[in-house]
């Protein structure tokens, strides 16, 4: 069967492209744009998004007759910059698709402001409220809520380990890490787990030695590592050389991706779990075939920062597709229910809430010995999906 795209070609070749309705048509350009940290703290986010969203815009070229590009917008880690830069793209740019916000702090702040001008934002922060009490018409997220996070790394580690019952937590303390430690506290409740204790810490703590001789001191069973990207690589990097992995256990709620994995080598991440919104292990035909061109590519195997905006680029593009129009509010009336396949396997975009729902996984690091391959960090040893109820996560659409 001849595709539009084919039939485009074909009518090129005859010479059609000179028609001036033709030539107009093509001019017209569709910008997408990904706000993410691309300096400060979580500077790597920003290096690795930028791939994802280049990896999508140039498989698809076009969509709907339009000439697809992006942008990216620095937003510095901070709410109040990712709000102007939002801003002066909507205002001066006239952009309303966003895709690829990662902090939690940043994506509500923008959620409000996209809404607000008719926009559309895909969002991989982790944070409850986005699909929760302050859920939107314009926002979806592709990531996961830190109820998931937390159900689908700690929950299936306490079934694992039954004995250890004993389990102490660091957090950050923003919106992010509250989250986590909300839903953790809950489910030690359900699981009889008792939590001996808990150390909060900034945003720019890189020293964290008196928290882990504070874990030392409550003779914990499990530390649960509750911060993320160089921060949880900090504290793990310190835990270990404190000898804490002969003492305890050690869990990260939530991966960073496989450049945290390089960066800590295979002695430190050996035998510690870790949370994974994305490992590029996953077997998908879909993952499959991104792994492969990602490597083909960049000559690097695709980390989480990287996936998450191919996979909300990826997915915006197949409900662009779906509406046959770029108009935000025909785009979000497509995306609301679709199914698709995905990353992870057969993705669904819940109408209620705009929650993707989709696997999460937990993985136990590999030694050097056991490694297959360079990026072989780590063996999925769990999967599953969880998710509470729209309506028991707040979302009231309005």
């Known amino acids: 069967m001849t595709t539009r795209r084919d039939f485009l070609k074909l009518s090129a070749a005859a010479g059609l492209a000179a028609h ?24 790597a986010i920003g290096k690795y998004s930028d791939l994802g969203m280049k990896l999508a815009v140039d498989q698809q070229g076009t969509v709907q007759g339009k000439k697809l590009s992006y942008r ?78 937390i159900q689908g790394s700690a929950r299936p580690l306490i079934d694992l380990m039954p004995k250890a019952k004993r389990w102490y937590t660091i957090t950050p303390q923003y919106v992010f890490g509250e989250g986590l430690l909300r839903n953790a506290k809950a489910l030690f409740k359900e699981k009889g787990i008792e939590h001996v204790g808990n150390s909060y810490h900034s945003l720019t703590e890189r020293e964290f030695s008196g928290y882990l001789t504070n874990a030392m001191a409550s003779q914990a069973d499990v530390l649960f590592l509750l911060n993320y990207g160089a921060q949880a690589s900090d504290a793990l ?20 991706g496989l450049e945290q994995f390089q960066a800590l080598g295979a002695d430190v991440c050996e035998d510690v779990y870790f949370g994974a919104v994305y490992w590029h292990t996953i077997n998908t035909a879909y993952n499959k075939n991104f ?24 997915m915006l593009i197949e409900a662009i597709n779906k509406a046959k129009s770029t108009d935000p509010k025909a785009v979000i009336a497509a995306m609301e229910g679709m199914q698709y396949e995905g990353l992870t396997g057969t993705e669904e975009v819940r109408k209620a809430d705009h929650q993707v729902l989709r696997d999460f996984y937990l993985v ?24 509470l109820s729209p309506e028991a996560a707040g979302c009231r659409m309005v």
């Open 20 to 43: 001036p309705l033709f030539s107009i048509a093509q001019s017209e350009e569709l910008v997408l744009a990904c706000p993410t940290a691309m300096s400060g703290t979580f500077s």
């Open 364 to 387: 136990k690091g590999n030694s050097k010995a056991k490694m297959r391959d360079k990026d072989d960090y780590a063996d999925i040893i769990h999967s599953g999906r969880f998710f």
């Open 237 to 256: 990097r310190q835990a270990v050389s404190f000898g804490l992995k002969q003492k305890m256990t050690i869990i990260v709620a939530a991966a960073s």
């Open 72 to 149: 990216m917008l620095d937003t510095e880690a901070q709410p109040a910059t990712a709000v102007r830069r939002v801003q002066e793209a909507m205002e001066q740019q006239n952009i309303r698709f966003f895709t690829g916000a990662l902090l939690s702090a940043e994506s509500l702040a923008m959620s409000k402001e996209i809404d607000k001008a008719g926009g559309l934002l895909i969002t991989n922060g982790g944070a409850d409220e986005l699909t929760g009490s302050d859920c939107n018409h314009s926002t979806f997220r592709w990531a996961l809520p830190t109820y998931s996070l």
């Open 291 to 314: 792994v492969s061109q990602v490597r083909e590519k960049f000559n690097i195997s695709p980390n989480y920062s990287l996936a998450g905006p191919y996979a909300n680029t990826r």
